[in-house]
């Protein structure tokens, strides 16, 4: 633990939002973990950088592009406890559908042949666009991941029990009825 409380970061990856969403679905308990942590490099605060070293980092979505990459390994850096939160975290989840499908063609499919373009397209190239990968990959394929917790999203109520153990120095144990993979 860092200072008086314990910190918490999170990240949103190739995925929908959809896990940070089922988070706020703590509903009131949302008062209790302000209360017991404070946010360092998060969506939820809107902060882009972190403070320093962070007891949990949650990470949603796997990784298609670069800036996925790194992000992902800064948070690997930063945080003692790393979790890869839903489907796309652990598998790649719905995005890596398009593996399947090789990339130069999965581009034109979208930006060349898309049936509401009108006078034909171009594939992105500005070099402020982060670079695809050539498919997607879950998170513990780029770096160590601590735990993983299956759901798309996993419950608000499977997050709670997972956070508040992580949080007060706990190993999560989760009954079997707040596993689910869908
Ligand atoms: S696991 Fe499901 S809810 Fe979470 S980011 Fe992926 S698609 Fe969205």
């Keep these: 633990m860092t200072g008086t409380k314990p910190t918490l970061a999170t990240a949103a990856l190739t995925g929908c939002f959809g896990c940070h969403m089922s988070l706020l679905d703590i509903d009131e308990r949302i008062l209790e973990l302000v209360d017991l942590v404070d946010f360092d490099k998060s969506p939820f605060d809107d902060k882009k950088s972190f403070d320093g070293p962070v007891d949990v980092g949650f990470i949603e979505g796997g990784c298609s592009n670069e800036a996925n990459v790194r992000e992902l390994r800064e948070f690997r850096q930063h945080c003692r406890i790393l979790i890869s939160v839903g489907a796309c975290a652990i598998n790649g989840g719905v995005p890596a559908m398009r593996n399947t499908i090789g990339l130069r063609e999965c581009l034109e499919a979208v930006y ?64 079997y009825a707040l596993l689910k993979y869908e």
């Design 112 to 175: 060349l042949h898309g049936p509401s373009l009108e006078g034909g397209g171009m594939i992105p190239n500005d070099e402020d666009l982060p670079l695809l990968l050539d498919r997607v990959y879950p998170s513990h394929e780029i770096v160590k991941i601590d735990y993983f917790l299956p759901g798309c999203p996993p419950s608000a109520d499977a997050i709670w029990a997972t956070l508040t153990a992580l949080l007060t120095g706990q190993p999560p144990a989760l009954p």
